[in-house]
């Protein structure tokens, strides 16, 4: 699995976009990027995954450099629930079925009123 | 549908103790996962599943042990707590797909 690279913290006001950055310099042509938030003490909660093509979903979108060393999420307006730890992981396709995420410090976003 | 229920919430253990953390998932998951999180850090891997019956090591697996005899239920062993495994133990379940779906955590001290 390829090695991610996240700033520790980033904030931003509420009711702007949150973009927050991702470098996975070594990523191999079938690693997807993922991304997982953790708000407060709770259970990491799916937010979205791409391989090369740019996502969007009803919580944030993923855009991808077309050389797939880096990626951004963005959270297009963000609220004072989006405050949250998010991990960006890049990860082999499934093998045999199962995904063991390997999840690294991530990004603290502090989103202020 | 309850999704992935854990317990206890929380346990305080004195160094040597035992205790056995549960997790239940309703969601017919083949695949579960055990992760520790220590304070300010990211989530390391246990041990995981991928059917009843079948386990295996995950990062940081010593002092640990899991059992899987049914879909449902995943549960992990302390035999010898330590002060070392002082942290917060989450849950997980996956279909096969890239969604992992977290429990809500068990607290664990060790003194």
């Known amino acids: 699995d390829a090695k991610t690279t996240q700033p520790p913290s980033m904030d931003c006001a509420e009711g702007r976009a949150a973009n927050l950055p991702c470098n996975h310099s070594t990523i191999s042509g079938n690693e997807y990027v993922y991304w997982y938030r953790q708000i407060h003490s709770q259970g990491p909660q799916y937010i979205i995954h791409g391989l090369k093509n740019n996502e969007t979903n009803e919580m944030a979108s993923l855009i991808i450099t077309e050389d797939r060393k880096s990626s951004t999420l963005i959270l297009p307006h963000a609220t004072l629930r989006d405050t949250a730890v998010y991990y960006c992981?890049?990860?082999?396709?499934?093998?045999?079925?199962?995904?063991?995420?390997?999840f690294g410090a991530g990004t603290r976003l502090a989103v202020h009123p | 549908n309850a999704g992935v229920t854990q317990t206890p919430k929380f346990r305080i253990l004195k160094i040597g103790q035992s205790m056995t953390l549960q997790c239940t998932q309703d969601?017919?998951?083949?695949?579960m996962y055990w992760y520790r999180q220590d304070p300010g850090m990211g989530l390391k891997l246990i041990y995981y599943s991928v059917g009843a019956g079948i386990t295996d090591k995950g990062e940081v697996p010593n002092g640990y042990n899991v059992s899987r005899s049914t879909t449902e239920d995943f549960p992990l062993r302390l035999e010898l707590a330590a002060p070392s495994q002082t942290s917060v133990y989450f849950c997980?379940?996956?279909?096969?797909?890239?969604?992992?779906?977290f429990g809500s955590g068990t607290q664990l001290s060790v003194l």
């Open positions: 992981i890049a990860r082999g396709s499934i093998s045999g079925g199962y995904n063991k995420l390997i």
């Open positions: 969601m017919n998951h083949n695949y």
């Open positions: 997980a379940t996956g279909g096969g797909n890239e969604k992992l779906f």
